[in-house]
């Protein structure tokens, strides 16, 4: 189940290219701004949600895909705000927040969401996490389980947010047969979640990326691949970001 929806947006598509021409480099980026909830800044709301790769950590600017993915939107004519109570990026990146934590398990991060959903009220929240539990091995047949009782708490919390949740990223065997595994119950907890009438989206971004971009560690994503994830999480987001402020659901300036 993979979107295919790419708007023909060619500014945005030189980003990306650019990003993948001999010598280019993503430390182009990041400068903080804290501007929470829509209804008060006339923007879209983006909470960034999981472990070390949401954070960012082995891109050589240390934004992950968070800026690839904002300057995408941007060019798009998106004006959004990236929220979170963590902040990493290099110092020309605007939109620093986030709420990646490196080592963090689905539980974890389930034991934190109300608080961080409540200060932060996102209209939208990116969420991949799971990587994690596979590499600690933290009782993976019911990592499907925590991850849908992660989804609900949200979708309780905020009842109007969208959820987007991403399949995880690959990693070296003989773990990779372990998020394969992981992987393939997200589709399936989407559709339960979208029949009981819940804003919730699935992102196939395992599949963007392969073991040959992502780090020494078989963990991480190289810049590369980061920028791979950057432009799946768009191909997601921005068909619901257009249809949401074509039909006035969310105001911008």
């Not at 990236?82 to 080592?103: A, D, L, Y």
């Not at 991403?166 to 029949?195: D, H, K, W, Y």
Request: no cysteine.
């Amino acid at each position: 189940m993979k979107v295919h929806h790419w708007p023909p947006l060619a500014a945005a598509a030189m980003i990306v290219l650019l990003a993948f021409l001999p010598g280019a480099s993503l430390h182009l980026f990041a400068v903080p701004l804290n501007t929470k909830a829509s209804p008060r800044t006339n923007k879209i709301v983006i909470m960034p949600l999981g472990d070390s790769i949401t954070f960012g950590e082995g891109s050589s600017s240390g934004d992950g895909y968070r800026f690839v993915l904002w300057q995408l939107l941007t060019t798009a004519g998106i004006k959004a705000t990236f929220v979170g109570s963590e902040r990493s990026g290099s110092t020309s990146f605007p939109q620093p927040e986030n709420e990646g934590h490196p080592g963090w398990r689905i539980a974890q991060i389930s034991a934190h969401i109300v608080s961080w959903l409540r200060t932060y009220r996102p209209d939208y929240v990116l969420l991949q996490i799971g990587t994690n539990d596979i590499v600690y091995k933290d009782h993976l047949a019911q990592a499907p389980a925590r991850l849908k009782a992660l989804i609900d708490k949200i979708t309780a919390t905020l009842p109007g947010v969208t959820v987007l949740v991403a399949e995880i990223t690959p990693l070296a065997p003989p773990r990779e047969a372990l998020v394969v595994s992981f992987n393939s119950a997200i589709p399936g907890i989407v559709r339960a979640e979208v029949a009981a009438g819940k804003h919730v989206r699935y992102v196939d971004i395992h599949d963007s990326l392969s073991l040959n971009d992502l780090l020494a560690d078989k963990i991480h994503p190289d810049d590369a691949g980061y920028t791979l994830m950057a432009n799946t999480w768009y191909q997601a987001l921005y068909p619901l970001l257009k249809t949401d402020t074509s039909n006035g659901k969310l105001a911008q300036k």
